[in-house]
């Protein structure tokens, strides 16, 4: 294969061309944002020729393609991710270097393409980079939100949502495809006709129509040639049913359906592991699934005539329910437009979906009133109907006079659409995201789904991307490793493993410290300029980075800074290390708990930050925005990763990776992928506190867990909550945290006081913080967990995953690209 042979003077030349044909400027008089434009419209000018190479080998070599159908991609900047991917980073960043450009600055002029929410966007992402990077033909489906995911401003410590609008300089990496548009329907009605040949055809009229236009987006294979595509859809208004309407004398219908395809793709809902169940919300879903299983479906018949071998060329993997209407969409088109009969439209569909869940969490489980299911999509929620009258026959008939069974597990029931149970009904294939959490699925959640079905339940644990998270985000790092082991480790992680043997040589450590010590000025320097606090690179860096949730429990982390507080004012001089709290986190916007709980954490911050009293033992500073581009200097200059969710409830988490495999010891729960990294690195490179999913499952089943037991018998843990009411951290509104109190003690306020146990688990964490405390003063036992904690993250490459996805869902065929 024929590398990219990169042409440093040719390289220059085009980007000043660029600024010269976009902006009609010199270099010298561009801005910082017209540069970035510049310079990535010339990386786009290599990936285009990829990208045409690639579609002509798909052509060609015919593999089967999975489509990734998700509502959420959360991209992060693309710059420089696709210049490593070519190969091409450090030339052109020696290359701006000579002619006096920065290209740290210039890739900071890119907007985060933000259209997710956290980690199951994200892995979206990094599923999509390995699919290229290992040669696979892929496209993932999702909505080009005009505002995703909220800028978040700290103001006086509270959170504000301050509107992101990622598109306005326009975005280099987008082709529009108006050529591949399509309409999508909604509301009306259904009228069955019977046609001369006796059939009956369903045909929904009266409906109001928007035009869905695909925007491509290149996916870059590592040093292969291969570019994927990313199709996100925007939606514009059927231009000629203005005319008709108003011919019609209907004007209303007209302005509805403008502002329909106007509202559709506005906004991200910026919920996670939370369901709004928004009417908004579901027109999303179908109209992205609809455009995308019409576009897949064109493609194939473009190459193949026989729409019953579907399930040899294409399946569609569904990212959580929230695109599982595709299964009604495509019975709705191989029935309605295809003309087959039920059973083969059924046998077809059955064979071309499968599904991932991602959470346990109740509130996330999506079930859609039918009043709003059936009045937005009358023909489709037909077809679950008829799902729904067919998989009851079938669950009486393996289960016989067990009503439970059919209570439990329809689709329709109690006027809802329950749309796992639909993936679940439909698919051939349920996957869980962690060891743990599929087990969980199979005994507790989906065990009656697992009793009918055991065939289709398997694991799939996730997994990150290395080149974003270790070869763009700390390079220096990933220069270390190569150095000592070579490069194959870039496209193989399992190769990390030979990193082992330096564990315990002593210039290793040394220069292993000394890297995450340049990691951490580079982060204090970003927390002087953003929150104007200076914190000690010398000190532990503590680090919890993921959206806010109560069952990831940030306020066990901030009430025991508190605590700490409370004895280090109590015991001047004990012994302590010097450590520095990092937190960031997004709140969903209407989450009260979530929010206040930022409001907690800056308030603090404010006031131990400040009290000279403690020499600066103690700093907590709050990450403002916490998104991918920050969030890979973090991992870089973490040494402590906190992963403490309460055990059974994160489904895997992927930021404990991402750290693990930038040498971060991970202080957590026995939960989601958690135990899988302890596996693999050693309970002794690890700091494991905290409940059991067991024991938490079984308190929950006997609901014999009392927190007030532990605030009346622990002294620290009834002070440190007492702060929370007394005015300490808030003098002008002690009432202030009143609601995060109750939260933990009061039954009258939650249905269960401290539901996520976190005083259950204060005393083991405590305890664990000590050994993270006495184990960082052992500098090189210190250094030989965390290169160990590298050495060992192999198994969490997204190369990993998407090979037991191919292997065992997709079976999909390599491709080669020939250029
Ligand atoms: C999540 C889980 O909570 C995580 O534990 C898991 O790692 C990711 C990816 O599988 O999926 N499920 C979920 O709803 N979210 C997750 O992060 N939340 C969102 O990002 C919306």
């Not at 290149?218 to 049913?241: K, Q, R, S």
């Not at 083991?764 to 036992?781: P, T």
Request: aromatic share 12%.
């Amino acid at each position: 294969m024929k590398e990219n042979v990169f042409n440093k003077e040719a390289f220059i030349e085009d980007v000043k061309e660029n600024v010269k044909n976009l902006y009609r400027k010199t270099l010298d008089e561009a801005s910082q944002q017209e540069i970035f434009q510049a310079v990535s419209y010339t990386v786009k000018d290599v990936i285009i020729d990829d990208w045409l190479a690639t579609q002509k080998a798909f052509d060609k070599q015919d593999p089967k393609m999975v489509y990734y159908m998700s509502m959420e991609f959360l991209m992060g900047r693309a710059l420089g991710n696709n210049m490593i991917n070519l190969k091409m980073y450090k030339e052109v960043k020696e290359a701006l270097e000579e002619i006096g450009l920065n290209l740290d600055e210039i890739e900071d002029q890119e907007p985060d393409p933000a259209l997710g929410n956290g980690g199951l966007g994200r892995l979206a992402a990094c599923f999509m980079e390995s699919l290229a990077t290992l040669g696979y033909a892929a496209y993932g489906c999702g909505i080009r939100y005009r505002y995703g995911m909220f800028k978040q401003k700290i103001k006086d410590g509270f959170q504000v949502e301050v509107p992101d609008n990622w598109l306005k300089n326009g975005y280099p990496f987008e082709l529009r495809r108006p050529e591949y548009s399509y309409e999508v329907k909604f509301g009306g009605y259904v009228r069955a006709e019977v046609t001369e040949e006796g059939k009956t055809r369903f045909i929904q009229e009266n409906y109001q129509s928007v035009l869905a236009v695909p925007y491509d987006m290149p996916i870059v294979g590592y040093g292969n040639h291969v570019v994927d595509t990313l199709m996100i859809w925007d939606a514009e208004p059927m231009e000629c049913f203005e005319l008709d309407s108003f011919d019609k004398g209907d004007y209303h219908k007209a302005v509805e359906q403008e502002n329909l395809a106007r509202n559709l793709v506005e906004v991200l809902y910026p919920n996670d592991n939370h369901i709004a169940g928004k009417e908004l919300r579901l027109k999303q879903q179908y109209f992205f699934v609809s455009a995308s299983v019409q576009r897949a479906l064109a493609r194939y018949k473009k190459h193949h005539d026989d729409i019953h071998k579907l399930p040899e060329k294409v399946t569609f993997q569904l990212n959580d329910t929230h695109p599982t209407v595709a299964v009604a969409e495509l019975m709705r088109i191989l029935l309605d437009e295809e003309g087959l009969s039920w059973d083969e439209a059924w046998e077809i569909t059955t064979k071309t979906c499968a599904y991932t869940n991602h959470t346990i969490m109740a509130e996330a489980l999506e079930k859609w009133p039918i009043e709003i299911f059936s009045r937005l999509l009358p023909r489709i929620y037909q077809i679950v109907e008829e799902i729904n009258r067919r998989f009851i026959l079938q669950i009486q008939a393996e289960f016989p006079g067990d009503n439970g069974k059919v209570a439990r597990m329809a689709i329709v029931y109690d006027g809802q659409v329950k749309m796992a149970h639909l993936a679940i009904a439909a698919g051939y294939s349920v996957n869980g995201v962690a060891k743990l959490h599929t087990e969980i699925l199979k005994n507790e959640q989906l065990h009656d789904f697992y009793e009918l079905f055991p065939q289709k339940f398997n694991n799939k644990t996730n997994g990150i991307t290395q080149r974003r998270f270790l070869m763009h985000g700390d390079p220096l790092l990933a220069d270390w490793v190569s150095e000592h082991i070579g490069n194959d480790w870039i496209t193989n992680l399992a190769h990390i493993e030979k990193l082992a043997i330096y564990a315990t040589d002593k210039k290793a450590q040394q220069e292993f410290m000394n890297i995450k010590y340049q990691n951490k000025l580079r982060l204090a320097k970003y927390i002087k300029e953003h929150n104007g606090i200076e914190v000690d690179p010398r000190s532990i860096f503590d680090v919890q980075v993921k959206r806010l949730h109560e069952y990831k429990r940030q306020l066990l982390n901030i009430l025991h800074v508190m605590y700490l507080y409370n004895e280090l004012k109590e015991h001047p001089d004990m012994d302590f290390y010097p450590r520095t709290f990092i937190f960031g986190a997004k709140a969903a916007a209407g989450y009260k708990n979530a929010k206040l709980t930022i409001k907690l954490i800056n308030n603090v911050a404010d006031v131990i930050n400040n009290d000279r009293s403690i020499n600066g033992k103690i700093k907590v500073v709050f990450i403002e925005d916490y998104r991918v581009s920050i969030a890979e200097w973090i991992f870089a200059a973490a040494d402590v990763s906190e992963q403490i969710s309460t055990a059974s409830k994160e489904a895997s988490g992927t930021g404990n990776m991402k750290f693990m495999l930038n040498g971060a010891l991970t202080l957590g729960t026995m939960d989601g992928a958690n135990v899988e990294i302890v596996e693999e690195v050693g309970k002794e490179n690890a700091f494991i506190f905290g409940m059991s999913s067991d024991e938490v499952i079984a308190h929950e089943r006997n609901r014999d867990y009392d927190p007030m037991q532990i605030f009346n018998s622990d002294q620290d843990i009834r002070k440190v909550l007492m702060q929370l009411i007394n005015g300490f951290y808030s003098p002008n509104d002690p009432e202030l945290f009143r609601d995060l109190y109750n939260s933990l003690l009061n039954t009258q306020c939650t249905q269960f006081a401290d539901t996520y146990f976190i005083l259950k688990d204060f005393r083991s964490y405590a305890e664990a913080q000590k050994r993270v405390m006495e184990a960082y003063k052992d500098e090189e036992g210190w250094a030989k967990s965390a290169i160990l904690n590298i050495a060992h993250a192999g198994k969490f490459s997204s190369d990993r995953t998407i090979q037991e996805y191919v292997d065992d869902i997709w079976h999909l065929d390599k491709i080669t690209v020939e250029v």
